[in-house]
């Protein structure tokens, strides 16, 4: 172990003083910061166009104040005006006009239960649907005139809803209703903001799994295997390898996270480390490890059998595409995370850690079972391919001047 | 002269191939002892066995100084034949690193580095990178890298191939002076001439197996008989007639007479033949040069059997 100490702290080193591994560093983070801001500004663009509004309104009952209220803590940029305009004139009043919308309310129209609603040409045709929310002081009027009590007014705005439920999660729906709407938001950060950072982590150790593929080719290239070998085993060689990339990964994951928090923090008023020290973190992190621990031995045994990446055959280019292998689990995952694609790459060696922390992320309730299959199989599967990579690693870092061939492969994993 | 290392009826296979066969030999301390033999006689997978590098199948390798079980790594310095060094790193760094790895101070380890840099010529390259350093430097880099920590064992797989002889020069001084500061040096080499310089024992080896095994003197002794080369046409059967003459090889008009061991050349030189038709005639010793290409060609000419008390 001392020596595995050793070989991490010289791989750290080595790459901390490479400029290349420097400017990797520091990119990455600027590249995603660079995707956040031309996303943010896009998208913001273009939210800004659909919601300015005029809105005037001839209100012959007397609730303008109650809407515009209302409107605004809908996080509508409305502007709700009084008119007396007559529905005859309308249209005159339309004409030159630029995002403006004319309502009447009176009870006539509140007998026929419709409100027309005239709006200049540029407004959007499905503007009238976001109208809906001013349903609620409307209808409250409505039953307030019809002399219902309080009670009874509550029972009937809340309406009758038809929802899907899941049986597992029947349990939990329960007690989460409890705690009502306003929790909606807090909890779906309470979720993401441990998943995201678990993903960055993730994302991070990946990348720089594989550079350990470059490091224990690279060995096999300048020849340096043996000398190091009369010093320390390969087992030692290999564990100080991927010890020292983890921290590589983590010092990765360390520089994005620096950049990120106060950017976050900046550009919402979220409380991160709220939500971030939460037990979930740890697993996501765990996740993470174990899903390092597997790419990285893979690759470090697959390096060993490669001294020229450019005449490597398939075989190896395959295993090096592994670790993409979750993001063929995005889509079905995210449509269903409790269905069958996302079951099977649950117990996938390669995909579980990726898509157990997509699914944990999106999923209310825990499937506490398929949480425990998947991290056995993650466990068994990762000492298994350490055990393997080992074998490989062992006789292939060896063997000068040719790449090996999966046949050649094969045979050392029997030995 | 205590013994550093044992090797003992190592033996080793290659799928159904045997590639080492019943190896046997000491290395002692202050002695250079030269494993030699042609390329893919086995000289390497011995060398790879006792650093344990690869395991034989039978056989024992021990280290008589050492008490602890395994190879005492700290204590041998290793130059493996194919060698190499980390592409982008600093000279100083990575010999600060095979250091380290061998447990050996660091403080020192940089004074060492210094002083050995400065007697390869390499003064104020420590913070040059090893990608710009020649080939040659490369090397030399590597020696040091090999005997940084102050080895009492050093093994050292063809440490003159592909050097310069200023080079060479510089490497045999170099490991002539360890061995006579007490380090024990094995050292495996295809290159005769260089190695009867300053070997004290060998050990010859052809497809695995011993040919000889002894000090430089007695192997010198041994083989290296009387030779008389002729010039001139003479009949074959004429040569064989001649008496002490133990082979015959003939090439044209050169003809290469191999005597028997205890021939006198002044007697021998009286009793050649009248007939004999004599343009130009030496007659000298066998070098071990021909001894090994008598082995690596298979001719097996001068050595049937060799073996000696080391």
């Known amino acids: ?415 | 002269m205590s013994t550093m290392l044992e090797v003992n009826g190592l033996n080793k296979y290659f799928k159904d191939k045997h590639v080492l066969k019943d190896i046997t030999f000491e290395v002692k301390r202050g002695e250079i002892m030269a494993i030699l033999g042609p390329n893919g006689a086995g000289k390497s997978t011995t060398i790879r066995n006792i650093m344990g590098i690869l395991y034989p199948d039978e056989g024992t390798i021990r280290f008589p100084q050492h008490d602890g079980n395994g190879i005492p790594q700290n204590k041998i310095g290793y130059l493996p034949e194919e060698r190499g060094l980390y592409k982008n790193v600093k000279v100083m760094d990575i010999l600060l690193y095979l250091a380290d790895l061998k447990d050996y101070p660091l403080d020192k380890a940089k004074e060492r580095i210094l002083a050995y840099l400065k007697k390869f010529d390499l003064e104020g390259k420590e913070n040059v990178s090893v990608e710009e350093l020649s080939k040659g430097m490369g090397q030399k880099v590597q020696f040091i890298g090999a005997i940084v920590h102050e080895p009492e064992l050093l093994i050292l797989d063809e440490p003159f191939s592909g050097l310069d002889p200023v080079s060479q020069d510089i490497f045999k001084d170099e490991i002539r002076r360890l061995r006579d500061e007490g380090t024990a040096i094995l050292l495996s080499s295809h290159q005769m001439n260089l190695v009867e310089e300053m070997c004290d024992r060998l050990f010859m080896i052809q497809r695995g197996e011993k040919v000889i095994y002894g000090s430089l003197d007695d192997v010198k002794t041994e083989y290296a008989n009387f030779k008389c080369t002729i010039h001139g046409q003479n009949d074959l059967a004429l040569l064989q007639s001649i008496p002490d003459v133990e082979q015959v090889e003939t090439d044209g008009n050169t003809s290469v007479l191999y005597l028997t061991k205890n021939v006198d050349p002044n007697g021998w030189l009286q009793s050649l033949p009248d007939g004999l038709h004599i343009q130009e005639l030496t007659i000298n010793r066998v070098s071990l040069h021909e001894i090994f290409i008598d082995i690596a060609t298979d001719k097996r000419l001068m050595t049937e059997e060799g073996e000696f008390d080391a």
């Open chain 1, 1 to 415: 172990m001392r020596n595995s100490l050793k070989v991490a702290k010289w791989e750290v080193k080595r790459n901390l003083k490479n400029k290349s591994f420097i400017i990797g560093l520091l990119l990455t983070p600027i590249i995603i910061l660079a995707f956040a801001f031309l996303g943010n500004w896009m998208g913001g663009s273009s939210d800004d166009d659909g919601e300015e509004m005029t809105i005037y309104i001839n209100d012959e009952i007397g609730l303008l104040a109650e809407l515009n209220e209302f409107a605004a803590e809908s996080g509508m940029e409305w502007t709700l005006l009084e008119t007396d305009i007559t529905e005859e004139n309308v249209a005159d009043e339309l004409e030159d006009a630029e995002e403006t919308t004319y309502l009447f309310l009176n009870e006539t129209n509140l007998q026929k239960g419709v409100i027309p609603v005239y709006t200049s040409d540029d407004v959007d045709s499905h503007f009238p649907n976001q109208l809906a929310v001013l349903q609620g002081p409307i209808l409250a009027y409505q039953m307030e005139q019809l002399g219902l009590s309080e009670e009874q007014m509550v029972a009937l705005s809340q309406g009758v809803n038809f929802v899907g439920m899941d049986v597992d999660e029947a349990a939990g729906e329960e007690s989460g209703e409890a705690s009502g709407e306003a929790a909606s938001e807090d909890d779906f950060l309470a979720k993401l903001v441990p998943a995201a950072f678990g993903g960055i982590i993730f994302m991070s150790i990946v990348f720089t799994g594989m550079a350990i593929f470059q490091s224990a080719s690279q060995e096999k290239k300048d020849k340096i295997a043996e000398i190091l070998l009369s010093s320390l085993k390969p087992g030692e060689l290999m564990q100080g390898k991927i010890i020292g990339y983890f921290v590589l990964g983590l010092i990765q994951a360390a520089v994005l996270l620096v950049f990120l928090i106060p950017l976050v923090m900046y550009m919402t008023d979220i409380e991160l480390f709220k939500y971030l020290f939460v037990p979930e973190t740890l697993l996501y992190v765990l996740l993470a490890l174990f899903n390092y621990l597997m790419f990285s031995a893979i690759f470090v045994g697959i390096g060993a059998t490669i001294e020229d990446v450019t005449t490597s055959g398939n075989f190896q280019g395959f295993v090096m595409m592994l670790p993409f292998l979750p993001f063929i689990f995005i889509g079905p995952v995210v449509g269903d995370p409790s269905g069958i694609w996302a079951q099977v790459g649950t117990y996938i060696p390669f995909t579980a850690p990726g898509v157990l922390l997509l699914r944990l992320a999106i999923l209310d309730v825990w499937p506490w079972l398929e949480i425990g299959i998947s991290l056995v199989i993650i466990i068994v599967s990762t000492i298994l391919f350490i055990k393997l990579a080992g074998k490989i690693f062992k006789v292939g870092i060896l063997m000068y001047g040719k790449n090996a061939t999966p046949g050649e492969i094969w045979k050392w994993l029997k030995a």
